[in-house]
């Protein structure tokens, strides 16, 4: 009933975002209930029934599907690695993509004369880390989209492969190519870039 598509994108608790498991049969597990604001564990998600998994607040909605692939409020995010005219989609993989991650950035500001003041949280993010074997190359990935008060809202992704490869990753955006970046990529090494969301 609260899914992504039937939520209004707002977070039913004075925190900015909410984290939110849709399910294959309708149903959801929200970091606080939209009705009745009780808050859940995140290890209460199952992940063999989940969709969709992502954030909701001030009006957006942000999540991935089970193929990997991001939808950032209606507009999708896709990842592929390129070798000449060879790609490699790091997204589009149905149910490689359960090990999910969501956690929150905060500080305290500790004074001079002893006092602290309460823990601010000053990002949301989430996203997934896989394992991938696309045509005979295995790769590591983990794209997180970090949510930061007063900046953009962007994609860190880490990507490692099991081979030295001189390509350059591409970024899709709403099923257009976006960004281009050169990326070689040496055996067992990670590279890590961030994007700007659109």
């Given amino acids: 009933m609260y899914g992504f598509g039937k939520n209004n994108g707002r977070s039913p608790v004075s925190q900015d975002f909410i984290w939110v498991a849709e399910y294959y049969d309708g149903t959801y597990l929200a970091e606080f209930d939209f009705v009745t604001k009780e808050e859940s564990s995140f290890y209460g998600i199952d992940r063999n029934k989940l969709i969709r998994f992502g954030l909701v607040g001030h009006g957006s909605r942000m999540f991935f599907e089970t193929d990997g692939t991001f939808n950032i409020n209606g507009k999708s995010v896709d990842i592929i690695y390129r070798v000449g005219d060879k790609d490699y989609f790091l997204t589009g993989h149905h149910g490689k993509y359960k090990d999910i991650i969501t956690y929150k950035d905060a500080e305290s500001v500790f004074r001079a004369n002893g006092g602290v003041s309460a823990p601010k949280i000053n990002q949301f993010n989430f996203g997934y880390k896989a394992e991938l074997e696309v045509?005979?190359?295995?790769?590591?990935?983990?794209?997180?989209?970090?949510?930061?008060?007063?900046?953009?809202?962007?994609?860190?992704?880490?990507?490692?492969?099991?081979?030295?490869?001189?390509?350059?990753?591409?970024?899709?955006?709403?099923?257009?190519?976006?960004?281009?970046?050169?990326?070689?990529?040496?055996?067992?090494?990670?590279?890590e870039i961030n994007w700007i969301v659109g």
């Fill in 135 to 191: 045509d005979g190359v295995k790769f590591h990935v983990k794209p997180i989209v970090k949510i930061p008060f007063n900046q953009p809202v962007h994609v860190n992704l880490w990507i490692v492969a099991d081979k030295k490869l001189d390509g350059e990753l591409i970024i899709r955006y709403n099923n257009r190519e976006a960004t281009k970046i050169e990326a070689p990529l040496k055996k067992g090494v990670g590279g």
